[in-house]
């Protein structure tokens, strides 16, 4: 059982540091980064029943609903929503890159407990594939997100735009990849590698692009 955790919860960390240790922060911060990463690990009990009275009652059973309303919008809705009530109004809230930091903590927050759940339901040998796909999908939708919300923190005049696409581009590319493991069934890697090489790209552009801004 201790492998099995730790191996649930050892690609969200990494992928934290990651996005984390590329700029120096204060202590402040580092609080509120592991609370931002605790309020996404909270964020997975609501989530999960309210997916499951869904399935249960009947809803969204085709694949495009299904993939782009019960997983890409009420995960990513959630994890914006708290973004916003939770982080975006606090006052170490002050670069573009900050969003990156905590829209990342929190999905990953989200993504670890989820795997951990799914590791015990599935077991050990599933844990590399879950490393390099929905864990790692969720950290870039979290990227995203946090860029755009950095964005809108810091730019007055454009902050409607980019809340916006806060919300909107992470549901879009979330919805894109449930539906891709819906749609192509056991065949769904010849279709999602080239989907998070690209979710990858787009991610690191605009990692590179706030921390550019933030000069």
């Known amino acids: 059982m201790f492998a099995l955790i730790t191996a649930a919860i050892a690609p969200g960390m990494a992928l ?22 605790l309020i996404g690990v909270l964020l997975v009990f609501p989530v999960m029943v309210l997916q499951y009275a869904f399935t249960t009652e009947g809803y969204f059973t085709h694949p495009f609903t299904r993939a782009f309303f019960l997983y890409g919008f009420v995960e990513e809705f959630f994890k914006w929503f708290l973004l ?12 573009r890159y900050d969003g990156i930091v905590y829209g990342a903590s929190l999905s990953l927050g989200f993504a670890t407990l989820e795997n951990v759940f799914y590791l015990i339901a599935n077991g050990l040998e599933t844990a590399f ?87």
């Open 84 to 95: 916003w009530v939770f982080v975006y109004q606090h006052a170490t809230f002050a670069r």
């Open 129 to 215: 594939i879950r490393a390099l796909l929905p864990v790692s999908s969720h950290a870039l939708y979290g990227v995203i997100m946090g860029y755009y919300l950095g964005r809108a923190k810091v730019e007055e005049d454009k902050r409607v735009k980019h809340l916006t696409f806060s919300l909107s581009l992470p549901i879009i590319l979330h919805g894109v990849y449930d539906f891709i493991l819906l749609f192509f069934g056991m065949y769904f890697l010849v279709a999602l590698i080239p989907f998070m090489f690209f979710l990858w790209w787009v991610a690191l552009k605009k990692v590179k692009r706030a921390n550019q801004l933030d000069v």
């Open 16 to 37: 934290l540091s990651y996005f984390y240790l590329r700029n120096h922060y204060s202590s402040n911060t580092v609080s509120l980064v592991f609370r931002t990463f």
